[in-house]
């Protein structure tokens, strides 16, 4: 992993910094191609909106994009962007100066998933927290937590690709790690973020080109919907083929969405759409 | 600030640590007097209990404690111990075998405040999520915002030495960084924290000396309370003198639970109970 902290070749940050003391920061994690980051525009946008939720002073964008180019040296894979409140005093005021720390690391692309996702419900409930909810800060503890739920060294591996969260009002919000669209009476529908969830830069592109609406959607729905698929900005989109119980065949639209996506972003042309 | 990082001086930790990445570790801030940490035994109980609800492996109890010990030298101030899941790699599932990261950093004592606190109520609420409440995790970003309702710059300064902040139910948990005790009908009550809030060290001496108990408390309830204090491990005891329009002279019962604090804990030991 090649990383740059503040432009600099180093890989260490100080032991004062707020990321590491308050998860007090925001991440973004792009998509490269050839060269280039397609959705760049999407994720800084997001990060501006989450500096400013946070009162985060964010530094130049063209600064940040030549950090951005160094790391991945105009290749393909993962670049992944951490922007911290920087060192701060112990407690939890921030400094009346913040002098965040930029954090960019590239990371190789992942693995093509072949045939469809196999997904669990997990059992820790995202909380509801309207100023925390759709931007993408470092708070991320309740995602660890489910993640362990079916990665832990001693769990029972359920074969689960992916796990679903609900809120704790007990509806479905997004995976731990991408958002998700159910297909219901013909309309892609994608659950609310105004109370947790992020607002994911592959949903974005989901809700204007598949013309999905955001609707608040119960397990139930989910899993009686006609097709199921997840997104996220690396790896686009992803079929689920399953759901605990609830299988899904591979679904004309599910094919049709990533062609749409493979036209709008080259990291993701032609998918393997069956097995 | 003197800071070892892994028993190491340095003051660097890996940019790729969890800690930074999503918050995922837990911190404990404590009180050195005469060259001992008199609630050592609590503090590092809580961090068991915090370790083992997110499943960070927990260093040996005798190296933390050499490191505790080299960072304040015998002296008096705060020790902050940091522990983090360690370096990880991008994504929110742990790696099999995390290698924590532990930091521990010395600072000075607090100022003693003269007289009672001005509080104010938060606008931000405090999410309920049982999975990570009681426990001092490093998600602390609700805590931050809060502090920002009060500090940022451009701010109307209030005056407020702390705030209250409520859950998104409404009820009154606790101040952005220590409890909260309300003397109503003779008896000290504090709101529980089994869906947000932290169990302080401070608030569990109050709850067994002062024979308080743990109850749901109202915002009215904690404002027609007959006396009211803050307390932490860091600072101790403190009364409060106004909370927005309502305000309380200094009460017996609050110079009493001082007094029985500084029996206890030597670095509390006479206060000044007046301004």
């Known amino acids: 992993m090649q990383v740059l902290v503040d432009g600099t070749d180093g890989g260490t940050v100080a032991a004062d910094d707020r990321g590491l003391a308050y998860g007090d ?19 800084w946008s997001r990060l501006l909106r989450g500096a400013a939720r946070l009162r ?12 951005v180019a160094t790391v991945f040296q105009g290749g393909d894979g993962i670049v992944k962007l951490l922007l911290t ?25 992942p693995i093509a998933t072949q045939g469809g996702l196999t997904l669990r419900w997990c059992d820790v409930r995202l ?40 809120s704790t009002s007990g509806d479905v919000v997004c995976a731990t790690a991408a958002n998700v669209f159910a297909l219901i009476d013909g309309q892609w529908r994608t659950p609310p973020v105004d109370r947790c969830g992020v607002a994911g ?18 397990p139930q729905q989910v899993e009686s919907a006609d097709a ?10 992803l079929p689920v083929a399953r759901l605990g119980d609830r299988t899904w065949s591979p679904h004309p639209r599910v094919a049709a969405a990533r062609r749409a ?12 759409e069956t097995p």
Chains 1, 2 share one sequence.
Not at 133 to 143: P, S, T, V
Not at 201 to 218: F, G
């Open 56 to 67: 985060i002073p964010v530094p130049a964008e063209a600064d940040v994009v030549r950090q």
């Open 261 to 272: 996506l493979a036209l709008d972003h080259p990291a993701f042309a032609a998918p393997p």
């Open 201 to 218: 830069v592959c949903r974005e592109w989901a809700l204007a080109r598949l013309d999905a609406c955001i609707e608040t959607l119960s």
């Open 228 to 237: 199921v698929f997840l997104c996220n900005a690396v790896r686009g989109i």
């Open 127 to 166: 909380a509801e927290q309207p100023a925390l909810a759709g931007i993408k800060h470092c708070n991320r503890l309740e995602q660890v937590l489910a993640r362990l739920e079916w990665t832990a060294p001693g769990c029972p591996m359920s074969g689960a690709d992916e796990g679903l969260m609900r």
């Open 25 to 43: 920061g925001l991440f973004e994690t792009m998509r490269a191609h050839g060269g280039t980051i397609p959705w760049w525009p999407a994720h």
């Open 85 to 109: 409140r920087g060192s701060g005093g112990r407690g939890y005021a921030p400094p009346p100066e913040p002098a965040p720390s930029c954090i960019v690391s590239h990371h190789p692309a």
